[in-house]
């Protein structure tokens, strides 16, 4: 038996980059050897996304030649190729929100193979923490570290376990989840046992509690109660992932256990080809000549090969008159449609995971370490989150729909803070009752905006009759499986939230927690002119959004607009879906109008489809759910709902249908 070896100190090897605002103190330590000292007073770079540290096209790679491209994504594109790698840095320093958006896990491995030590920032992503763990990266959100590790001092890690909880403490110890996991299967290590006395649980607590590992040798499931902070391993229902991710994840999976290792269970393991379906559409010849188009080419290669091997069911392309057409469908339109059940427990290698809330089950999005590690033991680690209730009653204004909820809540300073960071988002009260399925899915999708753990909301018989319809599942069956938050739980922080008193709202470019009213944009800037509308991705294209869509197509039609030189585009995020559009009318009355129609695929949400920006004057609008610098293109995005989409395709400028 080999024993693992535990890291105890921490020294600093290289330099302490700050990522400042001033754009010459920042070129001069990337290029001109330049060390700032330490200045507790700095303006730092705040909401810094996973997208920026690995834009989309670097997720290409999945290996070492990541550290090349760390944080060539960064806003005012000062970070070139090689500059963190060639740099001798230790140690990243960032203000607010370091790791916010996507679950992409090469985000904190770039920064792990460019010689990155360290990462401080004022608050850390709930996934991205985790996955910079996972890997052995460390973080921490204490400044009085910084100076301390420029001077040399060797620093005890205790210092970066501090307000972590038990098991995360020793995957830091240990440098990593598989070190970790190495350990625990040697018995070297054991997971606390969770003795938290029965007490009224949150929604999401209920279902930890039934799926929590009480016995890792029998198996046996189920602990009477959890609270928040609670530490353990849960059994997961579903796993899955998309070929942006599988293909890393596969590697460590051979790389932690061995070249023969088989996936346990693989009947509930599912992949997807559904992110870089039209890449080839919209790759700038740039990345052609660097040989990106075979690169990107083989994770699709790679994932299927896996799936095959492995036994798991690839969700993957279509063919329409024998030409290929899209993908089947967007992973988490599929899995609300096709696979996931009430109470269940739903991971995914991606943040959007939580969608799946929708339909009363815990999901939420992970890395690839975390996923390997599942494929074999089906469980993953959580550490039991804090509930926000967010309440809602009354009923929307026309014209207003629930991603304009979804843009005002996120802008409350709760969330802009960085306060709602691995919160539980738990929506409930009688307007939520009245809302169609796909509305509340703009709900639990859109939680990880906040900074969230997750969304959920509690299943009733919308859920059964739409599972129990398009399934064939059993009624019965899944009304068993409902579970809900006991009557007077705790909860965080509460929102008590009248729909009557939304108003249409927008996400100015940047970061979703931008919210300002429609109204209250047009005072301040004007008509913001507008060369593209986009009405599509998991959060944007299911059927009642192209509802919406259509009200306002026929609208324009029937009032004799015509586009406003800008181009519509409306994308599917299934194929069932583009099904219900062709049967109800939608395809002829879109293509009449000249809306340039796109089968499902995540797209030009990531920047990998028909409807990004090619250049940064370039202003859109969209219904995707992230508006993170560079995430659609170098243009502008603002995020709407789709009936404000729509609406300013016709009106050349962002506004509402009632300006038709």
């Known amino acids: 038996m080999t024993t693992t070896k535990k890291r105890t100190h921490v020294k600093l090897q290289g330099r302490v980059l700050y990522l400042t605002e001033d ?33 989309g096209w670097v997720c290409y790679y999945y290996d070492e030649t990541l550290a090349r491209y760390c944080l060539v994504g960064l806003r005012g594109g000062v970070i070139k190729q090689d500059a963190i790698k060639n740099g001798g840095f230790g140690v990243v320093v960032s203000g607010v929100s370091k790791g916010c958006g996507s679950s992409r896990e090469t985000a904190p491995y770039s920064e792990l193979k460019a010689g990155v030590q360290v990462v401080v920032a004022k608050n850390i992503e709930k996934i991205y923490g985790q996955n910079c763990q996972n890997i052995g990266l460390l973080t921490s959100t204490d400044f009085s570290l910084i100076p301390r590790l420029q001077a ?16 995360a403490a020793e995957i830091v110890r240990h440098g990593g989840l598989f070190a970790y996991n190495q350990a625990r299967l040697q018995g070297e290590t054991v997971p606390p046992m969770v003795s938290t006395a029965a007490r009224k649980m949150t929604l999401c607590e209920k279902i930890i509690a039934q799926r929590a590992i009480a016995d890792a040798k029998t198996g046996r499931l189920g602990v009477p109660a959890v609270k928040p902070g609670d530490a353990l391993f849960v059994r997961t229902d579903v796993r899955f992932s998309h070929e942006y991710v599988t293909p890393m994840a596969e590697a460590l999976f051979r790389m932690g256990l061995g070249e023969g290792a088989r996936i346990t269970d693989p009947a509930s393991v599912f992949a997807f080809r559904d992110h870089l379906t039209f890449l080839d559409r919209i790759m700038p010849e740039a990345h052609v000549k660097m040989g990106l188009k075979e690169q990107a080419a083989s994770l699709a290669t790679v994932q299927e090969a896996f799936t095959k091997k492995q036994g798991v069911k690839l969700y993957g392309e279509v063919q329409r008159n024998g030409q290929l057409v899209g993908s089947e469908g967007i992973c988490h339109n599929i899995v609300i449609e096709d696979i996931a059940e009430p109470g269940q427990l739903v991971i995914g290698t991606d943040s959007h995971t939580c969608m799946a809330g929708a339909i009363g089950c815990f999901a939420f999005g992970v890395g690839s370490t975390d996923m390997a590690n599942s494929w074999f033991t089906k469980d993953v680690r959580v550490k039991v989150p804090e509930s926000v209730r967010v309440n809602l009653k009354g009923r929307m204004k026309e014209g207003v729909c629930a991603k304009d909820l979804m843009l005002c809540l996120l802008s409350d300073a709760f969330f802009k803070t960085g306060a709602g960071i691995g919160k539980v988002l738990e929506f409930a009260g009688p307007a939520v009752v009245s809302m169609s399925l796909d509305e509340r899915a703009t709900l ?37 499986q409902i579970v809900k938050a006991d009557a007077g739980a705790e909860y965080c922080k509460t929102f008590d939230i009248d729909l009557s008193t939304l108003v249409p709202t927008v996400a100015t470019p940047g970061d979703p927690r931008n919210g300002i009213a429609l109204t209250e944009l047009r005072a301040k800037h004007g008509k913001v002119q507008i060369h593209i509308a986009y009405g599509g991705s998991c959060t944007g294209g299911k059927k009642a959004d192209m509802d919406m869509y259509a009200e306002v197509v026929r609208k324009a039609v029937q009032k004799g607009r015509k586009l406003a030189g800008v181009k519509l585009f409306i994308q599917f995020g299934s194929q069932r879906i583009r099904a219900y559009a062709e049967q109800m009318g939608y395809i002829d009355l879109f293509e009449g109008a000249g809306v340039e129609l796109i089968d499902p695929s995540c797209g030009a949400c990531i920047k990998a489809g028909p409807g990004v920006s090619f250049t940064a004057d370039e202003v859109t609008v969209s219904a995707i759910n992230r508006n993170f610098p560079g995430r659609s293109g170098p243009g502008q995005v603002y995020l709407a709902s789709p009936l404000v989409v729509a609406a300013s395709a016709f009106l050349g400028y962002v506004g509402g249908p009632e300006e038709l």
């Open 23 to 55: 754009k010459a103190r920042l070129e001069a330590q990337l290029y001109q050897g330049e060390n700032l000292p330490f200045d507790p007073a700095r303006k730092l770079v705040d909401n810094i996304s996973t997208d920026e540290l690995t834009p």
């Open 152 to 167: 040399g001092e060797s620093i005890s890690i205790e210092e970066f376990t501090k307000g972590l909880d038990p098991i």
């Open 444 to 480: 639990t999708n859109m939680a990880v905006e906040a900074g969230g753990f997750t969304g959920i909301i509690e299943a009733d018989d919308v859920v059964v009759d739409y599972i129990a319809t398009l399934r064939g599942t059993d009624p019965q069956k899944l009304r068993a």
